[in-house]
Nanobody, 114 residues
């Protein structure tokens, strides 16, 4: 059974930083594309950042220069370092793994106060 377990969300002031982590079990991690999506109230889920099995990285324009995605295959974990956070970054953040299918974590709330 595939499980993606996220941690690291919370409440932070505008301009602050948070680091999200997501650990995968039950599936081959190395070689899979992993990433982060977010969904704000009343909005569609959107891609934040993803990193392929060979290390190619894609960021949403809204987070370029502020967020950094990385992975540790030995720990089966993907990270999202979020800096210079803005109130518009407030959302539930979901970990995603792509390997034949899409797999999702349970989501972690990130709230940025102004």
């Amino acid at each position: 059974q595939v499980q993606l377990v996220e941690s690291g969300g919370g409440l932070v002031q505008s301009g602050g930083s948070l680091r999200l982590s997501c650990t995968a079990t039950g599936i081959i991690f190395s070689g899979s594309t992993v990433g982060w999506y977010r969904q704000a109230p009343g909005k569609q889920r959107e891609l934040v950042a993803e990193i392929t099995g060979v290390g190619r990285i894609n960021y949403a324009d809204s987070v370029k220069g502020r967020f950094v995605i990385s992975r540790d295959n030995a720990k089966r974990t993907v990270y999202l370092q979020m800096n210079s956070l803005k109130p518009e970054d407030t959302a539930v953040y979901y970990c995603n793994l792509q390997r034949a299918n899409y797999y999702w974590g349970q989501g972690t709330q990130v709230t940025v106060s102004s």
